[in-house]
DNA sequence: TGTACATCAGTGAACGCGCGTTCACTGATGTAC
DNA sequence: TGTACATCAGTGAACGCGCGTTCACTGATGTAC
């Protein structure tokens, strides 16, 4: 069979999607280049006609997590003012639904210690996307807005992290809720 | 070979111990039942004696690395007056010697999504073994004790796990240092 | 006191399985002549 | 227009390796008689 010009693309783009989303949900140690593949509607073997080896899917995978989460929060921030952005930003990082979700959601809030045992290239690269979130905290200096920046990103992501270890809904709800009463309050 | 009656049980604990620390380090799949027990100055074939299976040695060392950091830090607050505490915690959790030692450091700093997916009896015993904390937290009631903990916790973990991933040294001390003053005016 | 046997932590080779990677092959379409 | 060949995404079996687990064995000491 001859494919469009086109199709290879749009397979890896797949493969890559579906790596990233199970990636978030079993670590990056969980999934196995055959079960993407499978995911992907492929077979093993097709996969090394994408990818040079698991580690350079590995690395695409985390990205492209990020930005689909990037994608999912700059979407819902559109209708609102650029001085509230960090608040809505906020909501929805330490909701119930991210919380239950960690497929799609943040990746850092998925993988953090993972991330930081990786190699140095990886590490490099999620830092730079993790700081093109800073522009939206809020603050009268880019310095503050940075402090502000590390102190928010860390607390939402922890927060989100040890939600999920907690085996009581009602515990991870109170310490969803706690956390965003005190960033909304904080700032 | 014949051995003092509690020449097992301490053989045993080593194991525990070696593995609290490689999994700090390399995260819950990392070490192998060889590298633990070559560790331990032991053989593989011994492991059997000690462990039903590499899941019980796990477990183990996961709560293992709780005590050992609650007693560090236990015993740095001797001297400190109790409604004092909390900020004692927060400086040494902060630390750049906490952040650069996850071998043995917080579990949860080191581990927290991978407990996350693991099954349900673990999650329970770490989430038991994290409120033991909320005693030492700023707060009239306790209530306010507990919520206070969700946020100081989730915050000082988030902070150290991301920290862990910045590549620069710089980044890293401004991210610590931004957590720590934040949560030392927040109380 | 001496001999035969039991005990048991530890050894190290072997087994089985899963996983990343390789490879010869397929089959549909494009191209050369 | 027809035939031979090239292309290339995808297939699925096979390979090699690491790892958890098993197992027969070791060797020092304790116990029975």
Known sequence: M??????????????????ARKLRA?????????SVMKASG???GGFYKHFRSKDELLAEAIAQ??????EKIRSSLQNVP??????????????????DHPEVGCPVAALAPEIARA???IRKRI??????WVEFMPGPTAGERERNFFVIFSAMAGAVSIARILTEPA???????SMRDHLLHSF
């Open 2 to 19: 001859r494919y469009e010009p086109e199709h290879k693309t749009r397979t890896r783009d797949r493969i890559v999607r579906n790596a």
């Open 26 to 34: 079993e670590g990056l140690g969980g999934p196995g280049v055959a």
């Open 42 to 44: 492929l077979t093993v």
């Open 65 to 70: 997590g990020f930005s689909e989460s990037s």
């Open 82 to 99: 650029h001085a509230d952005r960090w608040k809505e930003i906020i909501r929805w990082y330490l909701s119930a639904e991210h919380c």
């Open 119 to 121: 190699k140095f290239s």
């Open 127 to 132: 830092a730079g996307l993790m700081k093109e």
């Open 171 to 177: 515990d991870r709800q109170r310490l969803l809720a």
